[in-house]
């Protein structure tokens, strides 16, 4: 049998999710792009199309957010993501300098 979820009891919690954590996680991943695509950080306008990057990227996010049984488990999934999406992006910028 499935549980029946309350929507209307975890949706702040959701977007909330969404909108804080998904917007770590897509500034992350633009910092990734910036980092670690063609080019490396010092090709030409990269930094114009990584900051173009962000809203796709944050939309996608807030999308997802809706997809999660509760708003423990957006803030876990999306939270984890972007902490672990940051803990990548430092520690490449210290080992390539």
């Known amino acids: ?3 029946r979820v309350d ?3 975890h949706w702040p919690a959701k977007l909330l999710a969404g909108l804080v954590a998904g917007l770590a996680l897509a500034l992350a991943l ?3 792009f910036t980092w670690f695509g063609p080019g490396g950080s010092d090709a030409l306008n990269k930094y114009q199309v990584s900051m173009w990057l ?3 990227l ?3 996010a807030l999308g997802a957010c809706w997809a999660f ?3 423990w488990h957006a803030w876990g999934w999306l939270g984890g993501l972007a902490a672990l999406a940051w803990a990548i992006l430092a520690l490449a910028r210290q080992v390539g300098g």
Do not use: C, D, I, T
């Open 30 to 32: 633009s910092g990734w």
């Open 58 to 60: 944050w939309l996608a």
């Open 54 to 56: 962000v809203p796709p």
């Open 69 to 71: 049984r509760s708003g």
């Open 1 to 3: 049998m499935s549980r």
């Open 7 to 9: 929507l209307s009891r």
